[in-house]
């Protein structure tokens, strides 16, 4: 079982920045590829980006790429989202995802809301 919190999310204006973070439980969390994720009102949770259990490898959805960066400390159980020149299109609520197969994660956070504003 693996337990995920996510933190960071807040309201922000247009080409500003935030960085989210999730805490995971678990002592096998660096066996793991993590993922980010969001779900704007009324639509459906879209992958944001994805990292490799040892942080190698990092991929990401075309609406955020060059503007967002996945990175993870498997030390401290955590995994990050750096986000930078945000849009209010980014505006929605993130979850953090655990233990991805083709991008879909087997445990989820309870999500963190982010706002932009124009």
């Known amino acids: 079982q693996v337990r995920l919190v996510e933190s960071g999310g807040g309201l922000v204006q247009a080409g500003g920045s935030l960085r989210l973070s999730c805490a995971a439980s678990?002592?096998?969390?660096?066996?793991?590829?993590m993922g980010w994720f969001r779900q704007a009102s009324g639509k459906e949770r879209e992958f944001v980006g994805g990292?490799?259990?040892?942080?190698?490898?990092?991929w990401y959805a075309d609406s955020v790429k060059g503007r967002f960066t996945i990175s993870r400390d498997n030390v401290k159980n955590m995994v990050y989202l750096q986000m930078n020149s945000l849009k209010p299109e980014d505006t929605a609520i993130y979850y953090c995802?655990?233990?991805?197969?083709?991008?879909?994660?087997?445990?989820w956070g309870q999500g963190t809301q982010v706002t932009v504003s124009s």
């Open positions: 990292i490799s259990h040892n942080g190698a490898s990092r």
């Open positions: 678990g002592r096998i969390f660096s066996a793991y590829a």
């Open positions: 995802g655990a233990r991805l197969v083709a991008n879909r994660p087997d445990y």
